[in-house]
Each structure stands twice: as C-alpha cells, then as structure tokens.
C-alpha cells in the first residue's frame, strides 16, 4: 500500500512540474505572438499618424501588453534582453552608420513590422531589406 501512494505521490509531483513547465512555454509564446498580433493591426496606418514613428509604434504595441518603453530607439534597444529576433521581439537597425536610427517588431518570420518612412505607412517587410541591422531584444 505505501509502494502505491508513494508511486502516485510521484507521478502527482511530475505532472504538476510537466503542467507548470509548459505553462511557462505558452506564456512565453503568448506574448511574443500578442504583440505580434497586435502589431498586424496597425499595418497600413500613415507613417506620423497618431505619433506613430517607429518608436511610437513599438511604444504602442507594447504599451497595450503592459510593457512601457522610451520613445528613442537607442534607449529601446538598451531597454530588453539580447535575444535572436524571434516573434514580437524588438529589432534594430543603424541605417545610415550614426548609431540605433529605426526599430520593428520581428515576426518570427523572418519579416518585421515597422513604421517605414520608405513606404510612408506601418508595413511588414523582410529584416534583410533593412540596411545596418544590429541585433534584437526581447522587451517583456
């Protein structure tokens, strides 16, 4: 009798960590993909609209997720932990070779969503058609 509820015992421990465990992992991708979904809801938004340049746009998307950040990409990009672009993270861009000048929120895709002001309006384009990309952060 105690050989069968220490056997339960520990099978009742695993399945508790199991349940937490992924818990965890779909917490983790939940975010990246809310912000990510939300993002998509602000493609085709005039570039400046709303004050949605590129910071103002990640500022938004995050801030609607409870995540409040500067309004600078450089401080945007101190503001997270280094990460490899996956969905909903931040990603960076020295465009013009005089520091951090423009930001996107990567889809996991290998595209981001960004505020263009090439295209005028919130769009999704490949990471690799953005000149000076210098790394990702995860801001959650």
């Not at 912000?35 to 949605?52: F, H, K, M, N, R």
């Amino acid at each position: 009798m105690r050989h069968s509820v220490a056997t339960l015992f520990c099978c009742a421990l695993m399945s508790a960590a199991f349940v937490a465990l992924s818990a965890g992992e779909a917490q983790a991708y939940d975010t990246g993909q809310a912000a990510v979904d939300e993002a998509y809801s602000y493609i085709g938004t005039p570039y400046g609209a709303y004050g949605l340049d590129c910071t103002g746009f990640t500022s938004a998307v995050y801030g609607s997720q409870g995540v409040y950040l500067p309004d600078d990409p450089a401080a945007q990009y101190s503001y997270g932990v280094p990460s490899a672009g996956a969905a909903g993270d931040l990603v960076f861009f020295d465009e013009a070779g005089y520091g951090i000048s423009h930001v996107g929120i990567a889809t996991g895709y290998g595209t981001m969503i960004h505020s263009s002001t090439y295209f005028g309006i919130i769009t999704e384009t490949p990471i690799s058609d953005v000149p000076g990309y210098v790394g990702a952060v995860d801001p959650s």
